[in-house]
Nanobody, 126 residues
């Protein structure tokens, strides 16, 4: 059974930083792309960042480019999202996600992902 568990959310002032972590279990982590999505109050779930199974390719939403960095540590079965220069509009529940197929091309929409974590709240105060 695949499980994804996020951690690292919290309350931070605008301009601050947070690092989110997502640890996976239940299958061989290094074979799967990973992604972060977020859902703000009253909004649909939106793509934030993704990383290929090899870690060689990364993708970002325009709204976070230059501020957020996605990375993975296959030895720890963990994907990270380093968030710098946070803004009030980054406030959301952040979810990590992974597709069902190994070695799959990275998808930028939520329909490309079958496994989701429970989410971690990030609140940025202005």
């Amino acid at each position: 059974q695949v499980q994804l568990v996020e951690s690292g959310g919290g309350l931070v002032q605008a301009g601050g930083s947070l690092r989110l972590s997502c640890t996976a279990s239940g299958r061989t982590f290094s074979r799967y792309a990973m992604a972060w999505f977020r859902q703000g109050p009253g909004k649909e779930r939106a793509f934030v960042a993704a990383i290929s199974w090899s870690g060689g390719s990364t993708y970002y939403a325009d709204s976070v480019k230059g501020r957020f960095t996605i990375s993975r540590d296959n030895a720890k079965n963990t994907v990270y999202l380093q968030m710098n220069s946070l803004k009030a509009e980054d406030t959301a529940v952040y979810y990590c996600a992974s597709p069902i197929n190994a070695w799959a091309q990275v998808e930028l929409g939520p329909s490309g992902y079958n496994y989701w974590g429970q989410g971690t709240q990030v609140t940025v105060s202005s």
